[in-house]
């Protein structure tokens, strides 16, 4: 190795850690303020200097924000809406990327041009007629309202159609001649074949459900309908709205708005930035 | 078996020309399937996709207004040509370019560094890396709400740390010179973990013998970045650019959470203005108009990425 022999090598690894440990820093404190603010009283919420490490701890806000504020519904809600997006958007995906990657129609290919070409398209374009079509439905302020747009997307089935163009088609021929049916080999051969790509769907559409705030703040209408997100907006603007903000209490908010994405984010971290790297490399 | 000697036997061929073309497509049971698989989809589409944008481009011929289907008369392009005048819609499309020539470059290059760093072998970067990529994977909503309180002109941690440098209190979100730099800060910070990740593996696609060849050659690291990485990061670097562009002309939640366009109109982005016209005073002619002028920017952006990466040698769609 040439590098090795460098005499700057040190100096620069020390550097980069400088560096990183930095942006560490910054990247880390806000979260750290976060929880710490969250389990602050009330009363000590605004010394002056801020003290980043509490001396006194409670969990009076987190009990506050279950009893006075409905976020357990929110919770609930966002935890429905949540779910079935992705039910929805891996069985609707997975069904069209098998048609689109392994079976022969007339038009499939402009059709597919077609969707790819959908997402060109900014949602701020769709967003007023999907909302009158929604209103139309006399969907709004329901759960089949914040539900059903988002059952389906175009980016989930061309991230799925590619990752089943990557299984050998002896798989799909010798089922076919074993008399498989089509439906049995897309459930019993590609959907299990592929179980990375469908995670790393699941995880991006799971985000972004779970972290919407536009489409939410459109369709919920009464507090029994809020999600978390939108909760935490409205709880924020009336918080500010009396000049009296309770730091704490909107802090626990954004902790239970946050918890879950983060704790999945520890466990599928993968799926997390292979999703991101690929939706980089490819769309 | 006959099936399955017709799909390899190039169809088109196969059936009389005489037989209609409903006929001719039914009689395909394999090609049945096919459409049967991508049908959920498809409907899917056509009703909150296709059918939207249509009715979208309509409405923005119409004065429109309120979510019923009452009072819509056709207007021809006087939205259009409102809009030409509209000097709040200007003053959002300013800050929204504002927005986008502070965030992009600003977003790429310190991503770059922390990438640079990052691409060395330290020991312990995989920490780093699920560490940076929290903000990114954290909601809008949440990160504003804590950068409130972090930017709080007497509160704040900022203003704090500032004053140990003998800098004075600075209202960050309250003054119209700072509140757009701010949500600028705010939105790189939240997706510097987004933007290494990319550059990262735009990194390990360079050849480490390039590097090495030239450090026999005699270059030094500076040369060597500037000659050999910076060159072949071009793809990498196009594409953060264009991608940061669209995303930035569609920034909203920052905006409608931490100062709602204020102060005195300084934050007001092009989609919280669409917003505001559409859902807050129901104007959603007007909005729809509006919208389509956005989409005009963006599908610029876009045809822009599709030409260079025509240029590259890479199929694209069309």
Same mark, same amino acid.
Not at chain 1, 221 to 227: N, S
Not at chain 2, 113 to 129: D, E, H, S, T
Not at chain 2, 178 to 186: D, E, N, Q
Not at chain 2, 259 to 282: D, H, W
């Given at each position: 190795m040439v590098r090795s022999h460098n005499p700057f090598e040190l100096p620069l690894k020390i550097i980069g850690y400088i560096i990183l440990i930095l942006v560490t820093f910054m990247m880390v404190i806000p979260? !750290?303020? %976060?929880? =710490?603010?969250s389990l602050r009283p009330q009363s000590t919420a605004f010394t002056y200097p801020p003290q980043l490490i509490p001396t006194e701890i409670t969990f009076a806000s987190y009990e506050l924000l279950f009893t006075r504020v409905p976020f357990g519904r929110y919770?609930?809600?966002?935890?429905?809406?949540?779910?079935?997006? !992705? *039910?929805?958007?891996?069985?609707? +995906? =997975?069904? /069209?990327?098998?048609?689109?990657?392994?079976?022969?129609?007339?038009?499939?290919d402009?059709?597919?041009?077609?969707?790819?070409?959908? %997402? %060109?398209?900014?949602?701020?374009? +769709?967003?007023?007629?999907?909302f009158l079509i929604v209103f139309g439905l006399g969907w709004i302020n329901t759960y089949q309202g914040l539900i059903i747009p988002g059952i389906s997307s175009v980016f989930g089935i061309f991230l799925l159609r590619q990752s089943f163009l990557g299984v050998p088609s002896d798989y799909q021929d /010798?089922?076919?001649?074993?008399? /498989?049916?089509?439906?049995?080999?897309?459930?019993?051969?590609?959907?299990?074949?592929?179980?990375?790509?469908?995670? +790393?769907?699941a995880v991006f559409a799971f985000m972004g459900t779970w972290t919407d705030l536009l489409w939410p703040l459109l369709v919920a209408r009464t507090p029994e309908m809020r999600t978390l997100? *939108?909760?935490?907006?409205?709880?924020?603007? =009336?918080?500010?709205?009396?000049?009296?903000?309770?730091?704490?209490?909107?802090? /626990?908010?954004?902790?239970?708005?946050? *918890?879950?994405?983060?704790?999945?984010?520890?466990f599928a971290q993968r799926y997390f930035i292979q999703g991101i790297a690929l939706s980089g490399v490819k769309s | 078996m006959a099936t399955a000697n017709r799909t390899q036997a190039g169809v088109d061929h196969y059936v009389p020309a005489k037989q209609s073309l409903w006929k001719r497509?039914?009689?395909?049971?394999? @090609?049945?399937?096919?459409?049967?698989? #991508?049908?959920?989809?498809?409907?899917?589409? #056509?009703?909150?996709?296709?059918?939207?944008?249509?009715?979208?481009?309509?409405?923005?011929?119409? &004065?429109?207004?309120?979510?019923?289907?009452?009072?819509?008369?056709?207007?021809?392009?006087?939205?259009?040509e409102f809009l030409l005048g509209d000097r709040r819609y200007w003053n959002a499309m300013r800050n929204t370019a504002w927005y986008t020539i502070l965030s992009v470059p600003g977003g790429m290059i310190a991503s770059l560094i922390v990438a640079l760093v990052m691409n060395q072998k330290l020991r312990g970067v995989y920490i780093f890396r699920t560490l940076f990529f929290m903000p990114v994977i954290s909601s809008w909503v949440a990160v504003s709400v804590i950068w409130i309180t972090l930017l709080d002109p007497n509160a704040g941690i900022l203003n704090y740390v500032l004053r140990q440098f003998g800098i004075p209190p600075v209202n960050w979100l309250g003054d119209p010179a700072t509140a757009m730099p701010s949500i600028v800060l705010i939105s790189i910070w939240k997706g510097l973990g987004f933007q290494m990740v990319i550059w990262l593996a735009g990194l390990?696609?360079?050849?480490?013998?390039?590097? @090495?060849?030239?450090?026999?050659?005699?270059?030094?690291?500076?040369?060597?970045?500037?000659?050999?990485?910076?060159?072949?990061?071009?793809?990498?670097?196009?594409?953060?650019?264009?991608?940061?562009?669209?995303?930035?002309?569609?920034?909203?939640?920052?905006?409608?959470?931490?100062?709602?366009?204020?102060?005195?109109?300084?934050?007001?982005?092009?989609?919280?203005?669409?917003?505001?016209?559409?859902?807050?005073?129901? &104007?959603?002619?007007?909005?729809?108009?509006?919208? $389509?002028?956005?989409?005009?920017?963006?599908?610029?952006?876009?045809?822009?990425?599709? $030409?260079?990466?025509?240029?590259?040698?890479?199929?694209?769609?069309?």
């Amino acid at each position: 190795m040439v590098r090795s022999h460098n005499p700057f090598e040190l100096p620069l690894k020390i550097i980069g850690y400088i560096i990183l440990i930095l942006v560490t820093f910054m990247m880390v404190i806000p979260f !750290v303020w %976060m929880v =710490s603010t969250s389990l602050r009283p009330q009363s000590t919420a605004f010394t002056y200097p801020p003290q980043l490490i509490p001396t006194e701890i409670t969990f009076a806000s987190y009990e506050l924000l279950f009893t006075r504020v409905p976020f357990g519904r929110y919770f609930i809600n966002t935890l429905v809406v949540t779910v079935f997006t !992705v *039910l929805g958007q891996l069985v609707i +995906t =997975s069904l /069209a990327a098998y048609g689109f990657a392994r079976l022969k129609f007339m038009g499939r290919d402009l059709l597919f041009v077609l969707y790819l070409a959908t %997402m %060109m398209i900014p949602y701020q374009v +769709t967003l007023i007629p999907l909302f009158l079509i929604v209103f139309g439905l006399g969907w709004i302020n329901t759960y089949q309202g914040l539900i059903i747009p988002g059952i389906s997307s175009v980016f989930g089935i061309f991230l799925l159609r590619q990752s089943f163009l990557g299984v050998p088609s002896d798989y799909q021929d /010798a089922a076919r001649i074993d008399g /498989a049916n089509e439906f049995t080999i897309y459930w019993r051969i590609f959907l299990p074949l592929n179980g990375p790509a469908l995670a +790393t769907l699941a995880v991006f559409a799971f985000m972004g459900t779970w972290t919407d705030l536009l489409w939410p703040l459109l369709v919920a209408r009464t507090p029994e309908m809020r999600t978390l997100e *939108l909760g935490l907006a409205y709880f924020n603007a =009336s918080a500010t709205a009396f000049r009296q903000t309770n730091w704490p209490l909107v802090m /626990a908010a954004a902790v239970v708005v946050m *918890l879950p994405v983060l704790v999945i984010y520890f466990f599928a971290q993968r799926y997390f930035i292979q999703g991101i790297a690929l939706s980089g490399v490819k769309s | 078996m006959a099936t399955a000697n017709r799909t390899q036997a190039g169809v088109d061929h196969y059936v009389p020309a005489k037989q209609s073309l409903w006929k001719r497509f039914w009689s395909r049971s394999n @090609e049945r399937v096919g459409y049967l698989f #991508i049908l959920p989809s498809l409907i899917h589409l #056509i009703i909150f996709v296709i059918i939207p944008l249509v009715f979208s481009l309509y409405l923005s011929f119409t &004065d429109w207004r309120g979510p019923n289907f009452q009072n819509a008369p056709f207007v021809g392009l006087d939205n259009y040509e409102f809009l030409l005048g509209d000097r709040r819609y200007w003053n959002a499309m300013r800050n929204t370019a504002w927005y986008t020539i502070l965030s992009v470059p600003g977003g790429m290059i310190a991503s770059l560094i922390v990438a640079l760093v990052m691409n060395q072998k330290l020991r312990g970067v995989y920490i780093f890396r699920t560490l940076f990529f929290m903000p990114v994977i954290s909601s809008w909503v949440a990160v504003s709400v804590i950068w409130i309180t972090l930017l709080d002109p007497n509160a704040g941690i900022l203003n704090y740390v500032l004053r140990q440098f003998g800098i004075p209190p600075v209202n960050w979100l309250g003054d119209p010179a700072t509140a757009m730099p701010s949500i600028v800060l705010i939105s790189i910070w939240k997706g510097l973990g987004f933007q290494m990740v990319i550059w990262l593996a735009g990194l390990q696609a360079i050849p480490q013998e390039l590097h @090495e060849a030239a450090a026999i050659d005699g270059a030094t690291r500076l040369q060597s970045f500037l000659r050999i990485t910076l060159p072949l990061l071009a793809p990498t670097t196009f594409f953060l650019a264009v991608t940061g562009v669209i995303g930035s002309f569609q920034v909203f939640s920052p905006v409608y959470v931490i100062t709602q366009g204020g102060p005195r109109g300084s934050t007001e982005v092009v989609v919280y203005n669409i917003y505001q016209r559409a859902f807050e005073v129901f &104007d959603m002619g007007y909005a729809a108009a509006q919208a $389509w002028v956005l989409f005009g920017v963006i599908f610029l952006a876009t045809l822009v990425q599709l $030409w260079y990466r025509r240029r590259q040698g890479e199929e694209v769609l069309f």
